[in-house]
């Protein structure tokens, strides 16, 4: 799960990933 990723990355690579998937 997305969810799982952005628990593990940190909150500026969780924020881009989710700025991105949105774009997309």
């Given at each position: 799960?997305?969810?799982v ?15 991105r998937?949105?774009?997309?």
């Amino acid at each position: 799960d997305n969810g799982v990723l952005t628990l593990t990355l940190p909150k500026k690579q969780a924020m881009s990933g989710a700025q991105r998937l949105t774009i997309e």
